[in-house]
């Protein structure tokens, strides 16, 4: 049978687990096994998330509401921060995360379409420690939550066909935000129209005094 509905999908992955992995796979194993432990699964068990798949590295979640999986999120970086504090660099792990609001089609069990898809791709361009969120998703947010939003534009994500509107929750474990475009601009236009009063008063002020000397 096929089942149809509207999902808040949560997809995270470990950024860089493959490499990891084929240079120390059993100790890899292990740092992702307590990971998973002491992050995941207590942030999706208090969210009351729903783990659909688990491939190697990534989950893929779904959750009752937009706000429960950027909540649960936001958390899983939190924790993920604490297990890397006393972890030297070259064995940490650093976490993506994509969340949607979708369609999806529910066949066998299984969770496919794009609610699925753009979560995912989503997470794929994501920078470690950070929470990745479509235009659908940042909707659900208003008055919600207390972390900033930061509006990255329209990015063309792979396999989907339209852009997508994209947003990053600024996080104490994520990158810092951009400096707004705008800022520059209208510091350049200040500078701008200094110069145009400035310049025209040096001009009158040479031409009174080239006068009163001639």
Known sequence: SVDRRLAAIGATD?????????????????????????????????????????????????????????????????????????????????????????????????????????????????????????????EQLTGKISQPLEDLGERQLNNVARPVQVYRIVTAAGPRPAAAPHGAFRRKWRYAAAAAVIIPLIALGSWWLWRELG
């Open 14 to 138: 470990v950024l860089g687990y493959a490499r990891r992995a084929e240079a120390d796979e059993e100790g890899t194993l292990a740092r992702l096994a307590a990971l998973r432990g002491d992050a995941d699964d207590p942030a999706v068990a208090r969210h009351h998330g729903h783990v659909i798949k688990s491939i190697g590295d990534g989950l893929l979640i779904e959750f009752a509401s937009v706000v429960a999986a950027v909540r649960c999120a936001t958390d899983i970086q939190a924790e993920t921060a604490r297990f890397n504090a006393n972890t030297p660099a070259e064995r940490q792990m650093h976490l993506r995360i994509g969340v949607h609001l979708g369609a999806v089609v529910v066949q066998n069990g299984d969770l496919l379409g794009d609610g699925v898809n753009i979560a995912a791709r989503l997470e794929q361009i994501a920078e470690p420690g950070s929470i990745y969120l479509s235009h659908a998703a940042r």
